[in-house]
T-cell receptor
Framework: DTEVTQTPKHLVMGMTNKKSLKCEQH?????MYWYKQKAKKPPELMFV???????INESVPSRFSPECPNSSLLNLHLHALQPEDSALYLC???????????FGSGTRLTVV | TQLLEQSPQFLSIQEGENLTVYCNSS?????LQWYRQEPGEGPVLLVT?????EVKKLKRLTFQFGDARKDSSLHITAAQPGDTGLYLC??????????FGTGTSLTVIP
């Protein structure tokens, strides 16, 4: 299995809702990442997990809460989002070091 | 965050033409990667370059890492509509994190 699987593919939520994005990989990768991407812009790093521990938080607002239940799973819990948080949310994994990332297809999030 | 500037930002060419995309920084990177992203999908890794001056070829794509490891280029020969997408370079810093460039959106017109 050489894929990163993200669910759901599309999500529409209100500003008072609570929802979660899920990411799964079975490649034995030790690092997992959340990125946010706006249209025609590069991905912006949000969080990095290394060996299931949060190692980088790029000053992301607390309405985004990551969780790594085990080495194969990564969640992003969403609460009280704003319309400007609408974007493509990408999960990626890597063996670490200089190895490249394997990205999922993303979750297209719309906040209304 | 190390700034990686890509040029051009947008490029629209006819099928069969050649093109070059540039990725420049004032920082030195231990390695650099190129990705292609199609609409609605995540980026897909094309190549990793590690050594200054290194050149790698992937069919019609040629990647070069600058001698000083601060810049890179991607050259596509005889572009095809299937090459359409967002091209992203990503440089690896001393903290082992990759930071993406500003992106080049390529459209190849049949």
């Amino acid at each position: 299995d050489t894929e990163v699987t993200q669910t759901p593919k599309h999500l529409v939520m209100g500003m008072t809702n609570k929802k979660s994005l899920k990411c799964e990989q079975h490649m034995g990768h030790r690092a997992m990442y959340w990125y946010k991407q706006k249209a025609k812009k590069p991905p912006e790093l949000m969080f990095v997990y290394s060996y299931e521990k949060l190692s980088i938080n790029e000053s992301v607002p607390s309405r985004f809460s990551p969780e790594c239940p085990n080495s194969s799973l990564l969640n992003l819990h969403l609460h009280a989002l704003q319309p400007e948080d609408s974007a493509l949310y990408l999960c990626a994994s890597s063996q670490g070091g200089g190895y490249g990332y394997t990205f999922g297809s993303g979750t297209r999030l719309t906040v209304v | 965050t190390q700034l990686l500037e890509q040029s051009p930002q947008f490029l629209s060419i006819q099928e069969g033409e050649n093109l070059t995309v540039y990725c420049n920084s004032s920082s030195v990177f231990s390695s650099l990667q190129w990705y292609r992203q199609e609409p609605g999908e995540g980026p897909v890794l094309l190549v990793t370059v590690v050594t200054g001056g290194e050149v790698k070829k992937l069919k019609r794509l040629t990647f070069q890492f600058g001698d000083a490891r601060k810049d890179s280029s991607l050259h596509i020969t005889a572009a095809q509509p299937g090459d359409t997408g967002l091209y992203l370079c990503a440089g690896r810093n001393t903290g082992n994190q990759f930071y993406f460039g500003t992106g080049t959106s390529l459209t190849v017109i049949p």
